[in-house]
C-alpha cells in the first residue's frame, strides 16, 4: 500500500502539471490581454520554482532508489536535502502565486484572461503540493528501507 499511496501522489502532480499545459493552451489563443512585463515576471518566477521542485523531485527519487540499510550518510543526506528543498519550493510556490493573483487583479479586468490566468497559476501551485505530498510518502518508504522505523519499533 506505501508503494500505492506514492503512486497516486505523484500521478496528481502530473495531472496538475497537465492541467497547467492545458490552460497555458489556452492562453496562448489570445487570451492574455491585460498582461504585463510584471505578470509576466511573476509567472516566470512561479514557474522556475515548479521546474526546480520537480527536479529536486526526480534527484531525490534518483538518489532512494539506491538507499538501504548499508547507505553512506552522504547519500542519506542527498536524499533528504533534495526532499527539503521540495518542502522549501512548495512554501514559496504559496507565496507567489498569492503574488500572481494579486498582479491579474491589480492589472487584468478581461474575464477570460483573469480566469485563465489564475487557473494557470493554481494549477502549477498544485503541482507543487502534490510533489511535497509524494515526497512524504517516498521518506516513509526510504525510513523503512533504511531502518529508521525499525530503531522506533525496538523502543
Request: hydrophobic share 50%.
Amino acid at each position: 500500500m506505501p508503494f500505492l499511496r506514492l503512486i497516486e501522489c505523484a500521478d496528481d502532480a502530473a495531472d496538475e502539471l497537465e492541467e497547467a499545459v492545458f490552460v497555458l493552451s489556452l492562453i496562448a489563443e489570445h487570451n492574455h490581454h491585460g498582461w504585463n512585463d510584471e505578470l509576466r515576471a511573476a509567472l516566470r518566477r512561479l514557474a522556475d520554482k515548479v521546474l526546480d521542485a520537480a527536479q529536486d523531485h526526480v534527484k531525490a527519487l534518483a538518489v532512494a532508489r539506491t538507499l538501504n540499510e548499508a547507505s553512506l550518510a552522504e547519500d542519506q543526506d542527498e536524499f533528504l536535502a533534495a526532499c527539503w528543498r521540495v518542502v522549501n519550493a512548495e512554501k514559496l510556490c504559496d507565496a507567489l502565486t498569492r503574488d500572481v493573483r494579486r498582479l491579474f487583479v491589480r492589472h487584468v479586468s478581461d474575464a477570460a484572461a483573469l480566469s485563465l490566468g489564475t487557473d494557470f497559476a493554481a494549477a502549477l501551485e498544485a503541482s507543487t503540493d502534490a510533489l511535497l505530498r509524494t515526497g512524504y510518502a517516498m521518506r516513509g518508504l526510504v525510513f523503512t528501507r533504511v531502518g529508521a522505523n525499525h530503531q522506533e519499533r525496538r523502543a
